[in-house]
């Protein structure tokens, strides 16, 4: 018997940053997903594959997380005492973990669910949602678990991490999503903001507090589906993303691209910057030569698995 489970990318709409500090944020989920199949064995070894990434072998006895399946590792690590006999995975992914969709979530969300589904275990969505945020915090020590949130439920989620709080709206939209062509790995762009901040805690804890009214009044404008008001949050919360030192010219150009399009309500950075994408609401579309499209769309699905 084989069991598989798959997981979607995410995107942050609002609350980056401050939703580490235990403000909401607001993250949708998009039509690009994570698929992990898993094949019990007979023995005790562990074969992960992917095209991506290559092969990793190990056994029950010598679990441990290492790059770069440290994700995957981490969520077979979190079911360890229930682990008797090893397995095959594979892992197939519709985008590259170089753009930051949220792969790290996807992946790992898709991982516990196909264990759970090997086991037998009903998994409550906040649960999962537990899960994946303490794997995620165990392999990089640092993550807020709004994108595993948007992973588990799918849709627009508002999200909050103490107390944790996901509420799920079933509502999509059209986005314009545009790579800056590198990313900065989020625990090295979450660094340089408190290195920057190091002898200015005032005025971070100001700044952090604005982007959490932010993700407030936005999952209040979701709740009554005023888009309109929505991208003028996004592109008001861009301005806090440039005071805590994350934006950069190519950025700025991006944004200054997708402003120009009249089918574009706001827009600003999406995850923790330095690179990586710029998220427009609305239906737009990509010009000039620094612009690199990514053809994403919001999606309802969440975490689906199956045995087979």
């Given at each position: 018997?084989?069991?598989?489970?798959?997981?979607?990318?995410?995107?942050?709409?609002?609350?980056?940053?401050?939703?580490?500090?235990?403000?909401?944020?607001?993250?949708?989920?998009?039509?690009?997903?994570?698929?992990?199949?898993?094949?019990?064995?007979?023995?005790?070894?562990?074969?992960?594959?992917?095209?991506?990434?290559?092969?990793?072998?190990?056994?029950?006895?010598?679990?441990?997380?290492?790059?770069?399946?440290?994700?995957?590792?981490g969520?077979?690590?979190?079911?360890?005492?229930?682990?008797?006999?090893?397995?095959?995975?594979?892992?197939?992914?519709?985008?590259?973990?170089?753009?930051?969709?949220?792969?790290?979530a996807?992946?790992?969300?898709?991982?516990?669910?196909?264990?759970?589904?090997?086991?037998?275990?009903?998994?409550?969505?906040?649960?999962?949602?537990?899960?994946?945020?303490?794997?995620?915090?165990?392999?990089?020590?640092?993550?807020?678990?709004?994108?595993?949130?948007?992973?588990?439920?799918?849709?627009?989620?508002?999200?909050?991490?103490?107390?944790?709080?996901?509420?799920?709206?079933?509502?999509?939209?059209?986005?314009?999503?545009?790579?800056?062509?590198?990313?900065t790995?989020?625990v090295?762009?979450?660094?340089?903001?408190?290195?920057?901040?190091?002898?200015?805690?005032?005025?971070?804890?100001?700044?952090?507090?604005?982007?959490?009214?932010?993700?407030?009044?936005?999952?209040?404008?979701?709740?009554?589906?005023?888009?309109?008001?929505?991208?003028?949050?996004?592109?008001?919360?861009?301005?806090?993303l440039?005071?805590?030192?994350?934006?950069?010219?190519?950025?700025?150009?991006l944004?200054?691209?997708?402003?120009?399009?009249?089918?574009?309500?706001?827009?600003?950075?999406?995850?923790?910057?330095?690179?990586?994408?710029?998220?427009?609401?609305?239906?737009?579309?990509?010009?000039?030569?620094?612009?690199?499209?990514?053809?994403?769309?919001?999606?309802?699905?969440?975490?689906?698995?199956?045995?087979?």
């Open positions: 018997m084989q069991f598989k489970a798959s997981a979607p990318g995410s995107l942050m709409l609002l609350g980056e940053y401050a939703v580490l500090h235990g403000k909401q944020a607001l993250v949708c989920a998009i039509n690009k997903r994570i698929t992990v199949s898993l094949s019990p064995r007979t023995d005790q070894q562990v074969m992960i594959y992917s095209t991506d990434l290559g092969t990793y072998t190990t056994s029950l006895q010598q679990l441990k997380i290492e790059k770069p399946f440290q994700f995957v590792l969520a077979f690590k979190h079911y360890q005492s229930k682990l008797r006999q090893g397995c095959d995975v594979t892992i197939e992914t519709d985008f590259s973990d170089q753009i930051g969709l949220g792969s790290s996807a992946v790992t969300v898709a991982t516990l669910a196909v264990l759970a589904t090997w086991f037998n275990t009903k998994v409550a969505p906040l649960d999962l949602i537990r899960q994946g945020r303490h794997v995620v915090n165990q392999v990089q020590g640092v993550g807020s678990g709004a994108d595993i949130a948007a992973s588990v439920y799918g849709g627009v989620v508002g999200y909050q991490s103490q107390p944790l709080y996901a509420e799920k709206f079933s509502v999509t939209h059209p986005i314009t999503v545009l790579y800056a062509g590198f990313k790995p989020t090295v762009a979450i660094q340089s903001v408190r290195d920057r901040f190091h002898h200015h805690a005032h005025i971070f804890q100001h700044i952090c507090h604005s982007i959490g009214q932010c993700a407030s009044d936005g999952i209040q404008a979701i709740r009554k589906n005023e888009w309109i008001k929505l991208g003028e949050i996004m592109s008001m919360q861009q301005g806090m440039e005071a805590l030192g994350v934006s950069m010219p190519i950025l700025r150009e944004l200054d691209n997708l402003r120009s399009q009249s089918g574009i309500l706001g827009a600003k950075i999406s995850g923790s910057g330095l690179g990586d994408c710029v998220i427009g609401l609305g239906e737009g579309f990509s010009s000039g030569s620094a612009t690199h499209y990514v053809p994403v769309e919001m999606t309802m699905h969440g975490v689906l698995s199956e045995k087979i």
